[in-house]
Structure formats: C-alpha cells, structure tokens
C-alpha cells in the first residue's frame, strides 16, 4: 500500500486549455500506475502568465476562453476541496483536448454534470471572486521555475521544472524511464535547462 512516507511528492500545474500540459498530465496518470506518487493538482493561467507580454493577436483573443477555466477550477477547489480539482481537469480536458471542443459554454455544464457539481458553478467561469485564490495558485509555481516558461509546471521533491513537453503521452516502460530521468535530473541541484525544439504537435490518443 502506498503510504505518505513512501510516495514521492508530485505538485503539478496546469491551464486547462494548454494540450502540451494536458498531454504531461496523462503521463503522471501512467506513471502513477507504476510507481507510488503522491501527486496534488494546482490550477495555473496562460492569461495570467501572459498579461504584460507582447503576444501576437491570435493568442491574446485566446486568453478569455482559457481564462474562465482557470476561473472555474480555482472556485470549485475553494468550494469543495481540493480533491476535486483532478477530476474537474480531466472532466474539462477530455472535452477540449479529445472532442476539440472551443465552446466554454459546452464544455463547462458538461464537466459539472459528470462531477455530479451543482450546475451554476457555471457562474464563476465569468466571475472574479476566486481571482486572488488562482493568481495564489499560478504565481506559486511560476515563481519556482521563473518567467520564461509556460505550462505545465512540475515539481517533484520539492524541485520545480517546466515540462516534461512531451509528445505523444509515452506508456509503460518508457513513461517510468522518463520519470526517472526527471527524478535524476531534479537530484541535481545544479541541473536548470535541457531543451529542444518541437517537431510535433499533441499527439492525442
């Protein structure tokens, strides 16, 4: 049985809208399979992250959509714990990432009527109320890796990456072999940056 003293501790970042954080949250998902973690769910904003930068136009009218998401996470962790927090992304992500839904107005009610929340959550998705709780929630990953980085953001005993971007969610054997990478590369204190560019897009399976 996996006992507190055993897993290793996991803190993982996400935008719900980011398929490059949605694509590294499956893989914890598989090693979780494997090796015993204790993994805990923030929500992160790519609005946030991005709202004094000079981003193209395109990307600036993405950020309300992705906006009411992190909004509707960081409320419904307020209100009904942070146990809830997974499911919710899951909820959401199945239908942004797998069925490419654009459309919050779809996506939200769904999500909330398969987690059995009440409906009119749907409220905070346009709502300011929780904005202190979320920017709380970003701003404590961020600032364990820095500003030029994006989502998702992972921290594993306590040192802090951004990434693993993976593409696709790789399964069994290779997802544990990549964890232990990561594991290897976080007991380095000295170790900061490994990189290169992408040669594909979410691979989605």
């Avoid at 992304?89 to 929340?117: C, N, T």
Wanted: aromatic letters at 12%; hydrophobic letters at 45%.
């Amino acid at each position: 049985m996996t006992t507190e003293a055993s897993a290793t501790p996991v803190h993982f970042w996400f935008d719900p809208s980011c398929p490059w954080a949605w694509m590294t949250s499956r893989w914890v998902d598989e090693v979780s399979q494997h090796r015993e973690l204790d993994v805990n769910w923030h929500v992160m904003s790519l609005a946030v992250l991005n709202e004094d930068k000079d981003v193209d136009d395109a990307y600036r009218a993405f950020f309300p959509r992705a906006l009411r998401y992190t909004r509707l996470v960081a409320a419904v962790k307020e209100l009904e714990g942070a146990g809830v927090v997974k499911p919710l992304y899951d909820a959401l992500g199945a239908r942004i990432h797998l069925d490419g839904s654009k459309d919050p107005d779809a996506v939200i009610p769904e999500a909330l009527a398969e987690l059995g929340l009440p409906a009119e959550y749907l409220k905070y998705a346009d709502s300011d109320e929780f904005d202190e709780q979320m920017r709380a929630s970003h701003f404590d990953g961020i600032n364990r890796v820095g500003q030029d980085v994006g989502t998702p953001v992972i921290a594993v005993n306590d040192v802090a990456f951004f990434g693993p971007v993976i593409s696709p969610t790789p399964k069994g054997d290779q997802a544990v072999a990549l964890w232990d990478g990561v594991l290897a590369a976080a007991s380095y204190d000295g170790f900061f940056e490994l990189k290169r560019s992408r040669t594909r897009g979410p691979v989605f399976d």
